[in-house]
T-cell receptor
């Protein structure tokens, strides 16, 4: 069974204080790892897809990296508007098209 | 690209009633997914369509749940004889292909009295 574990559950940062969120996964044949951002009362908003170990993607203050066992979402000099829950999901070769999500990291950035 | 649209945004109903939700995917997307999300948890997969064919169903999708996508465009998710445990956010997503990103709507929040 595919498993995704995200840590920490919650993270509180000061504006400008860089940090990283972790996503550990156990799957049979990773096809893709996806990062999403979710604001309260909204659906998940797509951020990145990573397909193979060593791959990196960047968007503004966010950078996602992938190894064979985990992914990191690095947040550089965060701003209060980066406050949200960040979700990691995997799509595995044996699981068809479904995404298996972690429970998310709730990020709060204080001004 | 108008995004994935879900209706209604909120539904309050009494236990035992039937409810139906609608999802309109991004127009050129042929794959449509339903997920359920409870507070503090990540979304859980329910079912998936490619065009009008329902190709995958989760163990979570009990006999009381049924989904359709009759013309390969919009989809409906019906829950019969609702129970307290059905209270959740029901999310719809669509994608262009199997390994392409799934884009989500803002969900229908179901509350069972």
């Amino acid at each position: 069974e595919d498993q995704v574990t995200q840590s920490p559950e919650a993270l509180r940062l000061q504006e400008g204080e860089s940090s990283s969120l972790n996503c550990s996964y156990t799957v049979s044949g990773l096809r893709g790892l996806f990062w999403y951002r979710q604001d309260p009362g909204k659906g998940p908003e797509f951020l990145f897809t990573l397909y193979s170990a060593g791959e990196e993607k960047e968007k503004e203050r966010l950078k996602a990296t992938l190894t064979k066992k985990e992914s990191f979402l690095h947040i550089t000099a965060p701003k209060p508007e980066d406050s949200a829950t960040y979700l990691c999901a995997v799509q595995a070769g044996t699981s068809g098209s479904r995404l298996t999500f972690g429970e998310g990291t709730q990020l709060t950035v204080n001004p | 690209d108008t995004g994935v649209s879900q209706d209604p945004r909120h539904k309050i109903t009494k236990r035992g009633q039937n409810v139906t939700f609608r999802c309109d995917p991004i127009s050129e997307h042929n794959r449509l997914y339903w997920y359920r999300q409870t507070l503090g948890q990540g979304p859980e997969f329910l079912t998936y369509f490619q065009n009008e064919a329902q190709l995958e169903k989760s163990r979570l999708l009990s006999d009381r749940f049924s989904a359709e996508r009759p013309k390969g465009s919009f989809s409906t998710l019906e829950i019969q004889r609702t129970e307290q445990g059905d209270s959740a956010m029901y999310l719809c997503a669509s994608s262009l292909g199997r390994m392409q990103p799934q884009h989500f709507g803002d969900g229908t929040r179901l509350s069972i009295l």
